[in-house]
């Protein structure tokens, strides 16, 4: 044994408002470029993906209003917390989505930042707004279930 201690494993930061606020219709994994005072922040779980959007541009799909917290150890080089960052997809990817976006009224939204081997990851997801009569019945179905494996996992 060597002695030395293992590195804590960096687990996904996750848009939790997501699943309740948007029925979720198809999803997509894209890369992200980042700063290196960035990645360093996503490594130490500094990121929060809660109002948080993707807006198509014409150069791409950029994430917007993701807050990647300022590095402790940056120095005056240190990123921009609420930067637009831009998502590395195929273009063929990309138009397919503007085009479903467009036409029928969804809308695009991060689900969670990963990292993949070396890389960071977002996955997206073409989602459609629930209204209030809707996200209640979510949660109904949710309890429902809770109580259900409950249940059976008592008995």
Same mark, same amino acid.
């Given at each position: 044994?060597?002695?030395?201690?293992?590195?804590?494993?960096?687990?996904?930061?996750?848009?939790? %408002? &997501?699943?309740?606020?948007?029925?979720?219709?198809?999803?997509? @994994?894209? +890369?992200?470029? *980042?700063?290196?005072?960035?990645?360093?922040?996503?490594?130490?779980?500094?990121?929060?993906?809660?109002?948080?959007?993707?807006?198509?541009?014409?150069?791409?799909?950029?994430?917007?209003?993701?807050?990647?917290?300022?590095?402790?150890?940056?120095?005056?080089?240190?990123?921009?917390?609420?930067?637009?960052?831009?998502?590395?997809?195929? %273009? &063929?990817?990309?138009?397919?989505?503007?085009?479903?976006?467009? @036409?029928? +009224?969804?809308? *695009?939204?991060?689900?969670?930042?990963?990292?993949?081997?070396?890389?960071?990851?977002?996955?997206?997801?073409?989602?459609?707004?629930?209204?209030?009569?809707?996200?209640?019945?979510?949660?109904?179905?949710?309890?429902?279930?809770?109580?259900?494996?409950?249940?059976?996992?008592?008995?």
């Amino acid at each position: 044994m060597s002695g030395k201690k293992k590195p804590a494993e960096f687990e996904a930061v996750v848009n939790r %408002k &997501a699943k309740r606020e948007y029925e979720i219709i198809e999803t997509l @994994e894209a +890369g992200i470029s *980042l700063l290196g005072t960035e990645v360093k922040s996503l490594r130490a779980g500094r990121v929060s993906l809660a109002e948080s959007y993707v807006k198509p541009k014409s150069d791409g799909l950029w994430l917007e209003s993701a807050h990647f917290g300022e590095y402790s150890n940056g120095n005056v080089h240190n990123h921009d917390p609420l930067r637009s960052r831009r998502l590395l997809v195929h %273009k &063929a990817e990309s138009t397919k989505l503007l085009q479903r976006v467009r @036409e029928k +009224g969804l809308t *695009l939204i991060p689900l969670r930042i990963y990292f993949s081997g070396k890389n960071a990851k977002v996955e997206i997801a073409l989602g459609r707004g629930r209204n209030i009569h809707d996200k209640r019945q979510v949660v109904k179905d949710r309890e429902a279930q809770r109580d259900v494996r409950r249940a059976t996992k008592g008995g």
